[in-house]
């Protein structure tokens, strides 16, 4: 049977018509995520509500998004838990949540312009991409990024000499 998702007539057809009865808890399923991590073996991570909420919160408490002054570049792709709370934590704190392009992460220039463009104040790399990024970088661009949060892979002191040197004000 084919389902033509964007045909109203068979939308209608695979909705159900009553709401189910279940009651949520936190530690009821949020998503699964595929990932090959340190064995090189895909396989399902299950992750939870309440370990995903711990963890927004506990970013909240570190690092303090100001809905009065931050933005968020949500430019990691779905496929990586990263994304996970580059979407959520603005969402939980009121703060701005600016979606970069498709396959924009890799342009370190596209990433500049946006950065100044919409006074992105906070964003990931996995420490490669940084270095990269940071490579691009002359003194002096991207003034208003506040907060690099890096994760996936070893951060060498290198890279965060580099950041502290081209981004004094990180």
């Keep these: ?11 209608k057809s695979i909705l159900p018509t009553i709401v189910p009865n279940i ?6 399923l949020m998503y ?3 990932t090959s991590g340190s064995t090189g073996r895909p396989k399902g ?9 711990n963890r927004l919160l506990w970013g909240q408490q570190c ?11 949500q430019k990691t792709t779905f496929c990586f838990d990263v ?15 600016v979606f970069a392009e498709p396959e924009g992460q890799k342009d370190s220039d596209y ?20 270095e990269a990024f940071l490579l691009s970088l002359s003194f002096g661009e991207v003034t ?6 890096c994760s996936g892979e070893a951060l060498s002191p290198e890279q965060v000499l580099c950041v502290q040197k081209k981004l004094p004000h990180v």
């Design 45 to 53: 991570v299950m992750n939870q509500h309440d370990g995903v909420v």
């Design 111 to 130: 990433l500049k312009r946006i950065i100044d463009e919409e006074r992105i104040t906070t964003l990931h790399f996995v420490p490669s991409m940084l």
């Design 23 to 28: 009651q949520l808890e936190p530690e009821n």
């Design 144 to 149: 208003g990024l506040r907060q690099i949060l």
């Design 1 to 11: 049977e084919i389902i033509l998702l964007d045909d109203p007539d068979s939308e």
């Design 63 to 73: 690092y303090r998004l100001d809905p009065k002054k931050d933005v968020v570049l």
């Design 83 to 97: 994304s996970v709370w580059e979407l959520f934590w603005p969402l939980i704190t009121g703060v701005k949540l």
């Design 32 to 34: 699964v995520i595929y």
